[in-house]
Nanobody, 110 residues
């Protein structure tokens, strides 16, 4: 499978962005999918995940602001990010084990 992430960009604090991760290949609907992020000099951290059944999990730092969802018909997983903060600035990666997407940069200005 290949993963193609998109939707990053520059946004002011308090703004919103929606990231998309399109998967090629088969069996997307049964895949566990996740979003990670990495700031330079820091470890990659889990932001949100979603199981094949739609169960979700979030990092404490994004709970109530970010929403992960999936559209199995489109082989795509989304990350809706609202109430963005400067500390959300990072490269965001989608992950469908064992494959990583290429990353998309999110920059939040204060």
């Amino acid at each position: 499978v290949q993963l193609q992430a998109s939707g990053g960009g520059l946004v002011q604090a308090g703004g919103s962005l929606r990231l998309s991760c399109a998967a090629s290949g088969t069996a997307f609907s049964i895949r566990f999918m996740a979003w990670y992020r990495q700031d330079p000099g820091k470890q990659r951290e889990l932001v949100a995940s979603i199981t094949s059944g739609g169960s979700t999990n979030y990092a404490d730092s994004v709970k109530g602001r970010f929403t992960v969802s999936r559209d199995n018909a489109k082989n795509t997983v989304y990350l809706q990010m609202n109430g963005l903060k400067p500390e959300d600035t990072a490269v965001y990666y989608c992950y469908g084990p064992p494959t990583w997407g290429q990353g998309t940069l999110v920059t939040v200005s204060s």
